[in-house]
């Protein structure tokens, strides 16, 4: 359970060449740096120029994500300001001309955060020509025992040099790579985003590059070969994801939570028929995440929402607050704002007239199991709550749990897992306690600043750390004991937790909802066997295990809900449709 900067959104290593503008003139081209965390700071490009109508136009550059010419709307250049978004980021910048800095000082706005940046007139220069190393290469890096994530990348020389980007297909993600050379047979790249290095060397045949992949401070062996011309990179295979047409009804809808001052955007799946349907609303997990749920390649609430709305049950699933369609400071929110949210989202389904609003419920997964029990406490109308991965105890129990864990499963040995909990437990102890971000970043630093051990590891690696756990969702999340409210539920319940799950581990939660769901006579607690945090049959239950395996939700997960389901709002009012996840 944790939560990520949404949206990574520029590149590195770029020479600024300044030169003057006037402040009426936003045509031509900008770069600019956003100091992203004190570990990373990003840089992107901007073009600008009139069409032949004398409208301004253009478009930018993520250089780090290796994604050229998203489109710039709505740009507003007057009176000594210059606006604009791009749309697919869901940014915007809004910016005055100071002649003093020959640039724009400005603030960039995304996903809840608001970050300054000064935009400064100059082309990315061109990269050195590397010789040699044109075309795919195609590897993988085994992280743990049985665990692998394969990468592609890739090198072209152009008008603008050598480029190259590194594609991680398991984790879905594209990289720009910041530095590449080739001394002899000694190739090295360099990633700095992600604080990365791989040293190699090329055989004699320049077909493989052989060498050691450092990030971290944890060096790992990584070999890449020479994809054969004509080659297609490998791709995931996601054979639960459904394909249109699909034989329901499908609606994109907008609902408010007004108490917080967002609008939600998000789909509606209607079974075939008049209604009125059984209904549900998926709440997601920890982290921006967008109405499917997209996890390592997989689009857990498509294949959920598919599934369910196949079997007569109308499903609502919508982009969380600051991401996706949805308004809102997705980086200020905590886990009870994302309940609030979900509680509108079942008031709007409610009012729906395919709908029967005795028989709207809430499945939740992992943090989303968290909130469900929040919202039916709340709210005597919720019918029914579904508690995929959801805690039984507070979150500094989980994550302490959680993370030795994951580090037993990485392969670390006891000591190292013993000093790395230990570790753990204190930067908890500091955020639980110390309100104030900039105190409890400084108590941090200096914990492990005495830590021998720590001694080796990156600083930027440790500020990332530190950044990422000291917000108040982690604060909120740490204190919260979701016993509370799971004491007070008066609807049915069903709560479901993979044997394999590493990250809401069974052992420690499932006796937890057992207790204190005690009093409920309609409430069902199962271990699932073999299945791990995303309800996939698992081998380990490692969290690099997600992008491997090609099922997205184990079939005995997505029956066990749907029976449950239906054994309590009654069959549905129609056939089956045909096919499904």
Known sequence: MTRQFAGLIAGLSMALAAHAATAQQAAGDWLGALAVSPALTLHVAIHIHKDAAGVDTGTFDSLDEAVYGLPLSEIANADGSLAFTVARLHATYAAKWAAANHGWIGQWSQGGRSLPMTLIAGQVPAAPIVAGLDGDWDGALTVTAGMKLRLALHIETGPRGTMARLRSIDQQSTMAVSSLSRTGDKVRVEIKVIGAVFDASLDPKGQTLTGTWTQGGQPLPLALTRRAAGQAEAVLKRPQTPVKPYPYREEQVTFEDAAGH????????????????????????????????????????????????????????????????????????????????????????????????????????????????????????????????????????????????????????????????????????????????????????????????????????????????????????????????????????????????????????????????????????????????????????????????????????????????????????????????
């Open 262 to 581: 967002v609008k939600l955007a998000g789909t509606l799946t209607l079974p075939q028929g008049a209604g009125p349907f059984p209904a549900v609303v998926l709440v997601s997990g920890s982290g921006p995440n967008t109405r499917n749920e997209p996890i390592m390649g997989h689009q857990l609430f498509l294949v959920l929402a598919d599934h369910l709305t196949r079997h007569g049950i109308a499903v609502l699933r919508y982009d969380k607050r600051g991401t996706g369609v949805s308004t809102g400071d997705y980086a200020k929110a905590t886990t009870q704002d994302f309940a609030n949210d979900a509680d509108a989202a079942a008031a709007w389904l409610r009012g729906r007239q395919e709908i029967d609003p005795a028989k709207v419920g809430l499945i939740g997964h992992s943090e989303g199991g968290l909130i469900a029990p929040m919202v039916a406490v709340g709210d005597p109308k919720v019918g029914f709550i579904v508690m995929m991965a959801g805690p039984g105890v507070d979150g500094a129990q989980v994550l302490a749990e959680q993370g030795r864990l994951i580090s037993k499963a990485m392969g670390l040995s006891d000591q190292q897992v013993a000093d790395s909990s230990a570790l753990r437990e204190q930067m908890i102890a500091i955020v639980r306690a110390e309100k104030d971000p900039a105190v409890a970043a400084a108590k941090m630093r200096a914990l492990v600043a005495r830590d021998p051990k720590r001694k080796d590891v990156p600083q930027a690696t440790i500020d990332a750390q530190i950044e990422a756990i000291n917000t108040d969702w982690f604060r909120f999340f740490f204190n919260y004991d979701p016993a509370i409210a799971l004491r007070q539920v008066r609807c049915p319940v069903l709560a479901m937790i993979g044997s394999k799950d590493l990250q809401a581990p069974p052992d420690q939660n499932l006796p937890a909802i057992r207790a204190a769901l005690a009093h409920n006579r309609d409430a069902e607690v199962e271990e699932l066997p073999s299945l791990n945090h995303l309800f996939q049959t698992a081998r380990t239950g490692a969290v690099g295990e997600y992008g491997e395996i090609e099922e997205t939700i184990a079939p005995l997960a997505l029956d066990t809900m749907t029976n449950w389901i239906v054994k309590h709002v009654g069959p549905p009012a129609h056939g089956r449709g045909g096919g499904g996840a």
